[in-house]
């Protein structure tokens, strides 16, 4: 997730899962936090958005109890 920006992270899953149809990938630093928090809020952004907008995909596994998160997305 390089930089954490929202767009930069999404554009990675987008080219992952262009190329590799059928990946598994590990999204590091998913924790749902909130704005005020300001802390790497891109690669939480981007899970959801990419999961809510290409039905193939889904969340695996997530961990939301303490940072930095993890998700597993299929």
Known sequence: DGDHSYENVSKELSTIFSHLKKACVIIHDTLDQTNEAGYNLGPRR??????NNDK???????????????TVIV
């Not at 981007?46 to 999961?51: D, G, I």
């Open 46 to 51: 981007a899970v959801e958005n990419l999961v």
């Open 56 to 70: 193939k995909r889904k969340i695996l596994i997530e961990t939301q109890m303490s940072l930095p998160g993890m």
